[in-house]
């Protein structure tokens, strides 16, 4: 009965191969990605909010006479 094949063999000491680094690279961009598409839906919300706050005032505005029966244009609502 042959006995080398009982021997605990040390595992090879090589650096990480390619397919691990690229899965970390990947993991890094989707992360970075992730984020970035969250700023951009934040600043998305903030305008938003910023454009209807500015459509309609919490008070109501004074105006001029000859300004009251001027046409308001609708804001469509998604």
Do not use: W
Not at 7 to 32: D, E, G, H, M, Y
């Amino acid at each position: 009965m042959p006995t080398d094949l009982m021997c605990a063999k040390q595992p090879p000491a090589t650096r990480p191969s390619n397919a691990r680094n690229f899965n970390i690279v990947a993991i890094a961009l989707t992360a970075a990605l992730v984020a970035l598409q969250l700023v951009g839906l934040a600043i998305l919300e903030r305008s938003h909010a910023h454009a209807m706050h500015a459509s309609f005032p919490h008070e109501a505005a004074v105006c001029p006479e000859g300004l009251a029966a001027a046409d308001v244009p609708q804001i469509p609502y998604d």
